[in-house]
């Protein structure tokens, strides 16, 4: 209670004081009025300006221009502004002035009162305690200061403090602390408005050629920071303590460039900028309404146009430039809304996103040539401080106890616009990096992004409050190494890039016994939009090649906790991880383009998710729908009238979301799970094609694609509660080692490995619950791949495909509803679908060779598991798997040429932990349709190779059988016959007797099933030994043949068969209608023929 009793009676003394700081100093040179009191906006925006070393060349000569080195700022309004507010604040405190002369004459014996007052409200009991402020305030704490620092023993100078300290106890003991306002002279109720914009400007070290020369060698520095600070208090206070904090970084630099008209420019050297408008944002809001809330935009931003060479008509520019340029902007927010109501919100608005257009060269009837290297670096509040469990935070609040309060709202941006390398020509000649003799070194872009952190809040015991919404965005778009020429020469070769993009973090918010409060909705997207190593010419020369190394993050994990609420603790994260590029591209229409790129990139999007609820409503119920779907575009040659010629190498990892982790036991619609995890890489690569010229593409693939994770959930003794619905798909798409032209040659060389995983093993359990723990599951697995072929009209055509591809898609699931209702059941309708076309070769009046190599794995959901009272519609395991598998590889189809195929297939599928079996599996080699001859296929050659069984076939075997009817339909196979004593009685199965059909002329009868293997084979006399008594009860033309000598035999009435020759007539016309009088058991033997 001393420190509290300090308080009251020394902030009488020191507000003069205090108004004494004023706003601070804001910079070292700045003049601060000491009698002006603070203001609730502080407005200040600076623009240094650094212009040297630039120059124009002209008919009379090169003239260089004049510099500047200068700053404006608008802090001469922003002080008239708060001095023209100063007279309204004085008004407004009379009251503090009167205590300030009141306690002039005693400011020695203040320390001596406060420890009586200290003494006797020691003796007030619980009032006292409860009337000790729960924060302490900026300005409680300068008066602490200031009272440490007043001057030795004042007790004997107040002889009424007794009365002073009685007083100030009575007043403790009758009101509450949320109703006492902190002493403060703030008419603004700690209420701030603050902007620190920086717009450092650089032009330096340019040279322009208008009908002349011009040249320049430069090495600037430009640097500017200001850090502005806001801490402010609102706690117990109305609409108080609230900030709006603008901080804003935004150097241009625009240096290094070279143009020419009728002339020349040259620039070399380097430039080099930064500028800094950091500050954090500390207040409080807790027992206050409409207090504490934070609004801070935060943006770095720096623009950099340095290094590029422009050439106009017959002008020649030439650039060797370095530049680099750094924004860092804002900085943590912390606030509290604990106790209050609409108090304690933040929004923070991180965004760093550098545009950037370096070390290009452009031409339009002239020449230009870059080289040199760029930098970019920007960070957007990333500046931290200790949060929940000593978390290093972005943004931390509370909302505990509160309405509306200690809620989060933070999309935050990690970008990038950037043309860096790139060289374009329209009647001329352009070139960047090394190309032959024109340029001695590459060219090299850097790019850097951070924007936000982690965040934590707590919704426990309110209402509305502690929720999160999270929506970080990291996405770099960019082109570089990049040739284009109409009509021209365009290279742009040797650029390396690299870049990283972090956007966000981890969330906490835990809200247990809470209502409507510390739910989380996340949307963090990954991904990457680029064009680089390309070449394309429309009549000209265009070449491109680059790799780069880029590693792109966004968001993290999402935990939030809900125990003994309603509608609290729920999440929803939609993480998306999808990089989408063209690399490694060579094109032209009548000239000649080569395109060569290399990458290794790291995509991340979100992460786990986590939600425990016990004995709640609507709680901790999870959805997650993770997509990681690479689209990807390489090694590609493609030409009409030309050549294109592409080379692409990929390294990728891609992965969205993670873990899925709920609970509601004891609850009513709590910890169910919706689970939607996507992995679908779609790739193009490898592909060569032309129409008139040459085409030759190369790849080479490597790429790991995840989503989602495990899903695991429970729901014991609830209702409606731990649920699990999942409809995981992972699977692939690829289209790669293909060759297609018309006239001339192409070529298509790809190795493709891939793995790709969506979702994970369930479990769950709803013992005790009523529709409590069931899973239902639709795992699909697409697998959609064309490669290692080859088509040509007239000329040549090579394909070659190597394909490894690993997909997993679900996995094993759990539950139990024991004692439950409608629980603990499983309903599982894995999917899988795998169409492959590899291996084929397809000519008209060409040559086409094709390679296909396939080794095929995946498995689709799992093993189910699970217990119940069946009759309570608990614990039922329904599987129902579904697979499609359709592959059509090493076909030749050659009509006036030439087609050869080589192909292997080794495919291991597995659906519901069963293998399954291709329904198409079609392999056929040899010449399918050869240049001279009729079609020929391996069915024609069989069924030649069998015509001479005919003639020793035994004259009942012949007679029985339609030999030759090209137009009957097959006969069907027959289930193997063991004994006469199981033949029916009436009738005769007539397709198990025949004999195998034989003859040029008849398409082959498909083959015996495997069951008849053991059937031995018919004897001259089919009524001889095993087959013995086999006739019993069968009759021929109304004669009984049990018991008969088929060597001996006299059928009267039976007409014999006509005599075959040896050689048979390839349409047997001879045969037909031979059994037209046959009858066995009376039904003739015509009608099956």
């Known amino acids: 209670m001393q420190t ?42 600076s623009v240094p300006v650094q212009i040297e070393d630039n120059a124009v060349g002209t008919p009379m000569g090169q003239h260089d221009l004049p510099g500047v080195d200068r700053e404006v700022s608008t802090k001469p309004v922003t002080d008239k502004v708060n001095e023209a507010a100063a007279p309204a604040m004085e008004k407004a405190q009379p009251v503090t002035d009167k205590v300030n002369d009141a306690a002039a004459p005693v400011t020695e014996r203040v320390q001596s009162a406060a420890d009586r007052g200290n003494a006797a409200m020691t003796q007030t009991g619980p009032h006292t305690e409860k009337a000790a402020p729960s924060a302490e305030s900026p300005v409680t704490k300068a008066t602490d200061a200031g009272a440490d620092r007043l001057p030795g023993p004042v007790s004997e100078s107040v002889p009424q403090a007794d009365q002073v300290t009685d007083t100030l106890t009575q007043q403790a003991g009758s009101t509450d602390a949320r109703q006492v306002p902190e002493p403060g002279d703030d008419p603004f109720m700690g209420n701030k ?14 040279a322009v050629g208008i009908l002349g020369d011009a040249e320049v060698h430069s090495d600037s520095e430009q640097s500017y920071e200001h850090n502005s600070d806001v801490s402010t208090d609102g706690s117990s206070g109305g609409l108080a303590g609230n900030v709006v904090a603008l901080d804003w970084a935004a150097p241009v630099q625009i240096s290094g460039n070279a143009g020419s008209l009728f002339g020349s420019g040259k620039s070399t050297g380097s430039a080099s900028q930064d500028a800094t408008t950091t500050g954090d944002v500390d207040t409080d809001g ?58 304690g919100n933040v929004v923070g608005a991180p965004v760093a996103l550098p545009v950037r257009a370096a070390n290009n060269a452009a031409t339009w009837g002239g020449d230009a040539d870059a080289s040199g290297s760029s930098m970019v670096d920007a960070a957007a509040g990333d500046d931290t401080s200790p949060g929940m469990h000593d978390i290093d935070s972005f943004i931390q609040t509370e909302g505990e106890n509160g309405f509306a309060s200690g809620t989060i709202a933070q999309p935050q941006v990690a970008s990038l616009a950037s043309v860096t390398g790139v060289a374009g020509s329209w009647i001329g000649n352009a070139a960047t990096g090394t190309s032959g003799d024109r340029q001695a070194g590459g060219t090299a872009s850097d790019a850097t992004m951070t924007a936000g952190g982690a965040s934590n809040t707590n919704g426990n015991e309110a209402a509305g409050s502690g929720n999160i919404v999270d929506a970080p965005v990291a996405l770099p778009v960019e082109i570089f190494g990049v040739g284009g020429t109409w009509i021209g020469n365009a290279h742009a070769n040797d650029h390396v890039n690299s870049t990283e993009a972090v956007a966000g ?42 790799e780069s190394d880029k590693l792109v993050d966004a968001g993290g994990y999402n935990g939030t906790l809900a125990n003994e609420s309603s509608g609290s603790g729920n999440l929803v994260q939609v993480p998306l991880a999808t990089p989408v590029e063209v690399f490694g591209v060579g094109g032209s229409w009548i000239g000649q383009g080569v395109g060569e790129g290399e990458e290794t990139k790291e995509v991340i999007a979100g992460g786990g998710g986590s939600t425990i609820d016990d004995y709640g409503f609507a709680n901790a119920n999870l959805v997650q729908a993770p997509v990681a779907l690479p689209a990807q575009v390489f ?123 969506a979702g994970g093993d369930s479990e769950t359990v709803g013992d005790g619950g009523s529709i409590a723990g069931n899973i239902v599951s639709a795992d699909a697995m697409p697998i959609v791949s064309a490669f290692g072929n080859a088509a040509s009209l007239t000329g040549v055509a090579n394909g070659a495909g190597a394909n490894f591809v690993d997909v997993t898609s679900g996995g094993d699931k759990e539950t139990s509803g ?23 070769a397809a000519t008209v009046g060409g040559v086409a060779n094709a390679i296909g190599d396939n080794t095929t794995v995946g498995e689709s959901s799992g093993t189910t598991t699970t217990a119940g009272d069946q009759q309570a519609l608990s614990g039922v395991d329904m599987q129902r798997p579904i697979g499609v598998v359709a592959q059509v590889y090493d076909v030749p189809l050659a009509l006036l040429g030439q087609a050869t195929t080589m192909a292997s297939n080794d495919t291991d599928l597995t659906v519901a932990d069963a ?127 049990g018991g008969t000598d088929m060597r001996s035999a006299d059928f009267g009435g039976v007409p014999s068969a006509p005599e075959v020759p040896a050689d048979v007539p390839a349409d047997a016309d001879a045969l037909q209608g031979a059994a037209d009088e046959v009858a066995v058991n009376g039904y003739g033997l015509g009608a099956f023929i």
């Not at 300090?6 to 706003?23: E, S």
């Not at 408005?193 to 340019?206: F, R, S």
């Not at 902007?329 to 509290?336: H, K, R």
């Not at 409608?822 to 795998?834: E, F, K, N, Q, R």
């Open 505 to 546: 973090g981890d969330t906490l918010t835990p809200g247990d016994e809470s209502v409507l409060s510390s739910n989380t909705a996340s949307a963090a997207i990954a991904s990457a939009a680029e064009v680089f190593g390309v070449g394309g010419a429309w009549i000209g020369n265009a070449s491109g090649s680059a």
């Open 286 to 343: 807790s027992n206050g309404a409409g207090a504490g809330n934070v609004v801070s935009p935060q943006l770095a931003t720096p623009v950099q146009v340095s290094g590029n060479a422009i050439a106009w008509f017959l002008g020649h520019s030439e650039t060797d430039f370095d530049a680099n340029s750094s924004a860092e902007s804002g900085g943590y927010l912390a606030t509290n809304g604990e106790g209050g109501s609409v108090a």
């Open 4 to 45: 509290w009793a300090k308080r009251g009676l020394q902030t009488a003394l020191v507000t003069g004081g205090m108004m004494m700081l004023g706003t601070g100093i804001a910079s070292a040179d700045e003049n601060v009025d000491p009698d002006s009191p603070a203001g609730p906006l502080d407005a200040g925006v």
């Open 193 to 206: 408005v603050d902007t620190n914009i920086a717009l450092p400007i650089q032009i330096t070290g340019n």
């Open 635 to 757: 090694g590609v040659g493609a030409s009409w009238i030309g050549n294109g010629i592409g080379e692409g190498e990929g390294d990728t990892i891609t992965e969205a979301g993670g873990d899925a982790t709920a609970a509601g036991d004891k609850g009513t619609i709590a910890g169910n799970i919706g689970f939607v995890p996507v992995s679908m890489p779609a790739q193009v690569h490898g592909i060569g094609a032309s129409w008139i010229g040459n085409g030759h593409g190369t790849s080479s693939n490597l790429t790991d694609s995840m989503a989602g994770g495990d899903a695991t959930t429970s729901g014991e003794e609830g209702s409606i509660a731990g649920n699990l619905v999942e409809v995981p798909a992972g699977g692939a798409a690829s289209v790669f080692g293909n060759g297609a032209n018309w006239i001339g040659t192409a070529s298509g060389t790809g190795v493709n490995d891939v793995v790709s995983e």
């Open 915 to 1041: 293998p399954i079996d291709p329904i198409i599996d079609k392999q056929i080699t040899g010449s399918e349709l050869p240049a001279t001859g009729m079609p020929n296929t391996p069915y024609f050659d069989a069924l030649a190779n069998r015509a001479p069984e005919l003639a020793s076939a035994s004259p009942m075997q012949r007679s029985a059988t339609p030999t030759a009817a090209p137009s009957a339909p097959e006969l069907p196979a027959a289930p193997g016959m063991p004994g006469a004593g199981d033949l029916p009685a009436g009738e005769l199965p007539v397709n198990g007797l025949l004999p195998e059909l034989s003859g040029a002329g008849a398409p082959e009868l498909p083959a015996m099933p495997a069951q008849r293997s053991h059937v031995p084979q018919l004897p001259a006399d089919p009524t001889q030994g095993e087959f013995a008594g086999a006739l019993d009860d069968v009759s021929l033309n109304g004669v009984e043949l």
């Open 818 to 840: 024991m004692g439950g209702a409608i629980s603990g059941s499983i309903v599982d309708v894995p999917l899988t679908a795998v169409a492959q076309l590899f291996g084929n």
